[in-house]
């Protein structure tokens, strides 16, 4: 009990910015070599974030109450509130110069609002979007259509599910990676790859705190690979470097490129990074890649009102969930590409080899 109160204080001194230099220095280690106490740090800060929003919440509430039993109610209604039957004359007598009034105002204001894109679909309340697509309502293309009837057979079910994001392989024989926040709530999921064939996968870990889930492919159907052609960066990359994702924000592969902006994610996320790319709903899940062909980060989310401000968990606290897992809780043994056959390619090349290991991913 001593020994956890203990960690709690550390922690709070951590994330408040009360350690010397060189604690801070000692703790970071920590971190890096302990993926339970990383953990526990990334969980807390969330905890005290929310905590502290609820707390000025409630404070504001505090304040416009106690505002409201300062005033005289009954005294404002008799300055303010007009003499009725003053207010019927007047309204037999200027009705018309007041419905015409209003009706050029009305018109005012949505012109107006019309041109602000206030009506605009996208329009949302909150300044970040995770990028899970609804799917339930969308038709898929002719082409993909034909592409299922004519060629290889889907193995399963055949209506486009309730939700969609993107994962990839991690392994050869059958481990794909994606967003928890996309697979949350789900009965059922299929991953399908860019040839149309679905398999059943499983979800055999999920991690919220680091928005990672953990499938494996359970389809009778599914060849194991012969090896995965990427590898997964240990480092921090750098700002500036180029990086680009291939997922499904549609029915059909995307590739979108970019460039590393900052090594926090939003609202100071330092679980993740900043990214200068345009992702969609369906990115979620998605990898991020290097020049080199390294997966150094997983799609989670976008910033709304900045155009091309994006989000990725960084590829080390990928392999800090991974660590996490335990190994007895699987049924085979998950077992990371140590080579990467990516290195030296062109962008085409790199994305041609690569897309097969990546995957829609359709929640039911």
Known sequence: MKGDIELFNKIEAYLKGEMSPTEHAEFDELRKNNPELDHQVVAHHNFVSQLTEYGSRHQL????????????????ESEVVPNTVQVKKMWGKYRFDLAIAASVAILAVLSTLLSTGFFASDKNTSNYSALRREINSLKRSQNALIQNINDKPAHGPTNPGQFGGTGFAL????????????????????????????????????????DLALLQITDSAFKPFNSVPYSIK???????????????????????????????????????????????????????????????GVIKGKQLKYDGAAFAIKSGFLLKALEAIPQDSLTEKLTLSKKNSLTGLSRVEQVKKMRDYIFIVKVY
Do not use: C
């Open 61 to 76: 509430k505090a304040d416009m109450e106690d505002i409201h039993s300062q005033l005289d109610i009954a005294a404002i």
């Open 171 to 210: 392994t050869a024989n059958g481990y794909v990676v994606t967003n928890y926040h996309v697979i949350e709530g789900a009965d059922s999921v299929y991953i399908q790859n860019s040839a149309g064939e679905s398999y059943k996968v499983k979800t055999v870990y999920a991690d919220p705190v680091y």
């Open 234 to 296: 240990k480092n921090t990359s750098d700002l500036g470097e180029e990086i680009y994702t291939v997922g499904f924000p549609k029915d059909d592969i995307v590739f979108s490129k970019g460039s590393l902006s900052s090594k926090t994610g939003y609202d100071g996320d330092t679980t993740a990074y900043q990214i200068d790319m345009n992702v969609n709903p369906g990115n979620s899940g998605g990898p991020l890649f290097d020049n080199r062909g390294n997966v150094v």
